[in-house]
């Protein structure tokens, strides 16, 4: 079985739509909210990768991006992704990645996620089986560098003239949002190189690893965090549907691979408790827990209801064989990506992307119950619990 970045079938060409995102803002303004987000710095995979991927290994080709952007976009869907949604209730532009030189804007934030990384640093064996080595703890060196760099630039502005419109703000670094999405490809690894129970075992190395990014992040003025689980890898008709003899025979009711889904929610379960463990210890921040598991589990158990057609069917590409962008219908997808759930066996269409994100952005599926233009710490309580952070140090 190939891993997930080895079929990844991004939208390709983030240039084209960045030197169009730059400066376009869609949604709505965040009324109600008592504190405008100003940027979103995004770390993840596939499923929030906005360019990273075309920028650094070559462009994805089409038909990705066919329904939305009308050409590839950097993007794994024939659309927009959950980020690109958040961006928009948000009311920021969509999120340039860090990795694109070229017509790239930053002030609103940037995006470090790519397609095949893991939370986990990648080694040689994950290295030969096609996953990324930008890890997360890469990603978090290059979003140290773009703070760094950024303030080194406006400590070299000597007036308002030589202000940077393509860099963000200082204080906005510390007023940003910051969204994780990260697991599926370590899980990945994990059951295609060990049984379920070791890649049980597994799962606590990942999750440490994850903290400490985290923890560092608060380290250097981050306050908001928003934390996708991950979702149910035993769902995705690349798993559930695959000839693998080696294949656990067990599905569910919906068809998915349970010992797939157990090992998800193992993660999920551990990742929950070390995100509580953070909240007593980073008491000025405000780290919102969003069960992407559970949304995505309902649209796929209620499909049709929902107005999708089979979950466990994919619009683009025939096989794990013959990929998307290799498929000889025309077009080389399906007639109407908006029917299905899964794009490529792997990812999700704009479609299926927007149902999530209208959900998890209305809190329905947040841990506190948060809407996403309220992720932000509340002010004035921040104040009290940094002054209490620092004196608990000093004790």
Not at 150 to 168: H, I, R, S, W
Not at 366 to 382: F, G, L, M, W
Request: proline share 5%; aromatic share 12%.
């Amino acid at each position: 079985m190939k891993p997930i970045v080895g079929v990844v079938v991004a939208a390709a060409m983030a240039l084209s739509f960045l030197q169009i995102s730059g400066s376009q803002k869609i949604g709505y303004s965040p009324l109600g909210s008592s504190f405008h987000i100003p940027a979103i710095f995004n770390f993840g995979d596939s499923n929030s990768d906005t360019g990273s991927w075309s920028a650094a290994f070559g462009p994805f080709p089409p038909p990705n991006g066919v329904t939305f952007f009308g050409k590839p976009s950097g993007r794994a869907s024939d659309g927009r992704l959950i980020i690109d949604f958040i961006a928009e209730k948000l009311g920021l532009p969509y999120l340039s990645a860090f990795l694109d030189s070229i017509g790239s804007n930053f002030r609103q934030g940037a995006n470090f996620a790519v397609s095949g990384a893991t939370i986990q640093q990648s080694n040689g064996k994950m290295y030969d089986a096609n996953f990324n080595p930008l890890s997360l703890g890469i990603q978090l060196s290059q979003f140290q560098q773009l703070r760094a760099r950024t303030a080194e630039f406006y400590e070299q502005a000597k007036d308002e003239d030589g202000k940077c419109k393509v860099l963000p703000e200082e204080d906005e670094f510390s007023r940003g949002l910051y969204t994780m999405d990260m697991g599926q490809n370590d899980l990945h690894y994990f059951l295609t190189s060990m049984t379920e129970e070791e890649a049980k075992e597994s799962i606590s190395s990942v999750i440490d690893k994850f903290a400490m990014v985290l923890e560092k992040l608060h380290q250097l003025g981050a306050r908001a965090f928003w934390i996708h689980n991950t979702g149910p890898i035993g769902c995705l008709p690349f798993f559930a549907i695959d000839d693998d003899p080696q294949k656990p025979e067990t599905t569910d009711q919906n068809g998915c691979v349970e010992a797939y889904n157990e090992v998800a929610r193992e993660f999920n379960k551990q990742l929950k408790e070390r995100v509580y463990k953070l909240r007593d210890q980073l008491q000025s921040s405000r780290i919102t827990y969003v069960d992407i598991y559970s949304a995505k589990y309902d649209l796929i158990s209620k499909a049709a209801a929902y107005g999708f057609s089979n979950p466990l069917g994919y619009c683009c590409g025939q096989s794990h064989d013959l990929p998307c962008w290799q498929d000889v219908r025309v077009n080389g997808s399906c007639n109407n990506p908006s029917e299905y759930i899964s794009w490529d066996g792997i990812h999700y269409t704009e479609a299926a992307n927007r149902w999530v994100a209208d959900r998890i952005a209305d809190g329905l599926y947040s841990d506190p119950q948060t809407r996403v233009i309220e992720a932000y710490p509340n002010p004035r309580r921040r104040g009290v619990n940094e002054s209490n952070e620092r004196c608990n140090a000093e004790l």
